[in-house]
């Protein structure tokens, strides 16, 4: 959680036939979702990452969020300026 947002990151839920492992074994690369933290869970955005992340590889810091992938790259988000 960082403010009144929540993060959560991970493989994609999704078993492909060909592939059944794919997800699960970093092939699929990673998400990154973001939900209202005050009502509950509306999720607001989706994001498509490289790789899957890191476990515990998340951190937000002055409007940034950044978030570690298993593929050793690190991804920063910046806050929106609207």
């Excluded at 989706?46 to 790259?73: C, F, I, R």
């Amino acid at each position: 959680r960082a403010g009144e947002t929540l993060f959560a990151a991970g493989s994609p839920d999704v078993v492909d036939p060909q592939d059944p492992h794919g997800a699960w074994e970093g092939r699929r690369g990673g998400l990154l979702s973001v939900f209202a933290a005050a009502d509950g869970g509306k999720q607001l955005a989706e994001y498509p990452l490289k790789s899957p992340p890191v476990w515990d590889g998340m951190a937000a810091a002055q409007g940034n969020l950044y978030v570690a992938l298993d593929d050793g790259t690190i991804v920063c988000l910046q806050e929106s300026q609207d």
